[in-house]
């Protein structure tokens, strides 16, 4: 376990439908992010936020909607998605170091998205 | 752009052996570097990383070598073991600093 728990770990939806995932850590950092992993793809960034503001939104449609009510939890609500929009979501922390350094991120398992 | 890749998507080993995977990057500016494992079904799990102020960097049973002279970086896993079989991804910090890039991963199958 890392420390980083995502819900539901699986989830089929219809493309009218709205759902939402949801991240929680436990590792006490102040940063959290949402990736997108499609098959034979690199792990795509879609949003960061530090200290709970968004610093960060990789040109994602808006049918995909971050919130971030404290630095434990991190929520991508889902609306009006289409079948391409399929993927392993995946949710990340680590300790924001300020002065734009990084530090380690630590993944969660994982929603298995599937959008029919 | 700013990118991450890997030289070999697949490296197949005998149970014992080394195991060296490779990974070019392209930001001269990127001053930290990751690697990860990633396990069928489950997320990447963080192995080890090097700031760009070091060139070698060793854990257990893993190394990390980082030349940015040619904007190389290496994971080298000692005795390997089929335990080891998953998909290994390098990745940088971005330019802003706020989020790493991924390489697309290379799998490593280790047989017995």
């Known amino acids: 376990e890392t420390g980083v728990t995502q819900t539901p770990r699986h989830l089929v939806m219809g493309m009218t439908n709205k759902k939402s995932l949801k991240c929680e850590q436990h590792?006490?950092?102040?940063?959290m992010y949402w990736y997108k992993q499609s098959a034979k793809k690199p792990l795509e960034l879609m949003f960061v936020?530090?200290?709970?503001?968004?610093?960060e939104n990789n040109s994602v449609p808006s049918r995909f909607s971050p919130e971030c009510p404290n630095s434990s939890h991190l929520f991508l609500h889902l609306h009006t998605l289409q079948p391409e929009d399929s993927a392993l979501y995946l949710c990340?922390?680590?300790?924001?170091?300020?002065?734009?350094?990084?530090?380690?991120?630590?993944f969660g398992p994982g929603t298995r998205l599937t959008v029919l | 752009g700013e990118s991450v890749g890997l030289h070999l998507p697949t490296l197949s080993v005998q149970e014992g052996d080394n195991s060296i995977i490779n990974c070019a990057y392209s930001?001269?500016?990127?001053?930290?570097f990751i690697w990860y494992k990633q396990e069928s079904g489950k997320g990447p799990q963080f192995i080890i990383d090097?700031?760009?102020?070091?060139d070698k960097r060793q854990g257990q049973r893993v190394t990390v070598l980082l030349n940015k002279t040619v904007k190389h970086l290496s994971l080298q896993i000692a005795a390997t073991q089929p335990g080891d079989s998953a998909v290994y991804f390098c990745?940088?910090?971005?330019?802003?600093?706020?989020?790493?890039?991924f390489g697309k991963g290379t799998t490593l199958s280790v047989s017995s």
């Open positions: 990745a940088e910090n971005n330019q802003a600093g706020t989020a790493l890039i």
């Open positions: 590792l006490g950092h102040n940063a």
């Open positions: 090097i700031r760009s102020n070091m």
């Open positions: 930001n001269s500016a990127s001053d930290y």
């Open positions: 936020y530090s200290l709970e503001e968004r610093v």
């Open positions: 990340a922390s680590s300790q924001d170091l300020g002065i734009g350094r990084t530090d380690t991120q630590y």
